[in-house]
């Protein structure tokens, strides 16, 4: 896929097959993360990539709003250092990843970490160190329906953009 097509197709997927991502496929998410603009080049994220069934599991009943993350092949949990722009650079970090899954034809969902009750639980069942914020959980796998990626409903241009002044 182009680069807009990824943009104006990628969706937020909860359903997934029950088939495995390769570990390659993984890596290449996560190096668009990597890759991801990030304030005065900080760069304080880590990722750590969930593929264990009860793990995930774990994470699922963890969360509020993350409950399908049980059915996903992989999931990644975006943590930052705290930073001054540790959720910026965690968001940016958080975008290319699921905009590279998209290109790879891996459904993903963005699930929130960053002050939800929830994330000092995760960032304990993920042994991170301490000074760590969870910014987002990304579930992964490949769509259960055919079809997922299709131009999703938005606004119309005209009800959002507005020039020079609002």
Not at 95 to 109: D, E, Q, R
């Amino acid at each position: 896929m182009e680069v807009m097509d990824i943009l104006l197709k990628r969706r937020s997927i909860r359903a997934f097959k029950e088939e495995p991502i390769e570990r390659k496929e993984l890596e290449k998410i996560v190096e668009a993360g990597r890759f991801a603009p990030t304030a005065r080049n900080v760069q304080p994220w880590k990722f750590v990539v969930v593929t264990d069934k009860d793990t995930l599991k774990k994470l699922a009943a963890l969360t509020d709003n993350g409950k399908f993350l049980v059915e996903s092949a992989a999931a990644i949990a975006v943590l930052c250092s705290d930073t001054k722009y540790y959720l910026e650079d965690g968001c940016s970090a958080t975008v290319n990843m699921l905009n590279a899954a998209a290109s790879l034809g891996i459904g993903s969902c963005w699930v929130a970490g960053d002050k939800k009750e929830y994330s000092s639980e995760v960032l304990k069942l993920l042994n991170a160190p301490e000074g760590f914020k969870l910014i987002s959980i990304i579930a992964l796998g490949y769509p259960k329906e055919e079809g997922a990626f299709r131009k999703a409903e938005k606004k119309p241009l005209q009800d959002i953009l507005r020039w020079e002044k609002f």
